[in-house]
């Protein structure tokens, strides 16, 4: 997603080796098939390039996103379509059945716990996890964290208290639409340009700004028909 989130945010594993091929310059132009890292695709960026997020990985990947219930759904409905598994740590599960019971088609791909109740998940290259925690403004320590082939998405739907500690630790922040304040709050602890901070009081629906330790992009997701069908139009307030 954009220069930064483009380097190696993602990658999935290595496929099987087979001859090259190659073609002319002449040839490339007939090609229309996009390159970019496996992973979700999370919408588009500033110059209508596909984002792509890299959950699935061997190594163990932290994101928070400072956001809507939305997009955290949109995010776990794209990550159980690649294949993963999908627990959601949540105190508001009234909110997550509908997605629960459509997602993977009647396969149990999105399981929801109670706050604290997440068990082992098992997770594997074969099997990779996505743990998604919507535990409010203080979300307690995690008993299940990222590890190999399973991210952890923290949901905090505004900076609080614990936000300076899971911004700082996390591979990978998500900022939506926040107040000036919080948006001064966020520069400072990632570094961002002013640009970038004045930006984002004024997000539309549906725009992040995705940053890395030294990388920014901001990107928009928009719901697909199904995606819109079950969880409504993108929005940053719940």
């Known amino acids: 997603m954009g220069r930064g989130l483009r380097q190696r945010v993602g990658y999935g594993l290595v496929g099987p080796r087979r001859e090259r091929h190659a073609v002319s310059f002449e040839e490339l132009d007939a090609l229309a098939v996009p390159v970019a890292d496996d992973g979700v695709v999370i919408g588009v960026d500033s110059g209508g390039r596909p984002a792509v997020l890299g ?10 996103l400072v956001g809507g219930l939305w997009t955290a759904q949109v995010l776990a409905l ?15 599960a ?10 993977g088609g009647g396969q149990p791909c999105v399981t929801l716990h109670d706050v604290g109740r997440v068990p082992p998940q098992g997770a594997s290259a074969g099997s990779p996890v996505l ?22 998405l923290t949901l905090l739907p505004y900076l609080s208290p614990a936000a300076a500690r899971l911004l700082e630790q996390s ?9 000036p304040d919080e948006a001064e709050q966020v520069g400072r602890l990632m570094g961002l ?12 629906e549906g725009v992040t700004l995705w ?8 990107v928009m997701t928009q719901g697909t028909e199904a995606e819109s069908g079950l969880l409504g139009a993108a929005r940053r307030i719940d």
Do not use: K
């Open 55 to 64: 959950l699935n990985r061997p190594t163990p990947y932290d994101v928070t």
């Open 193 to 204: 340009p002013r640009s970038a901070v004045d930006a984002l009081p004024t997000l539309g």
């Open 211 to 218: 940053c890395t330790g030294r990388d920014r992009q901001f």
């Open 94 to 103: 009234a909110v997550w059945t509908a997605l629960a019971q459509s997602a």
């Open 171 to 179: 591979a990978l922040v998500g900022v939506q639409r926040v107040s």
């Open 131 to 152: 743990v998604v925690r919507d535990c409010g403004m203080r979300p307690p320590r995690g008993r299940v964290v990222a590890g190999p082939w399973q991210s952890v």
């Open 78 to 92: 794209r990550a159980a379509a690649t294949g993963a598994r999908v627990a959601v740590e949540t105190g508001r």
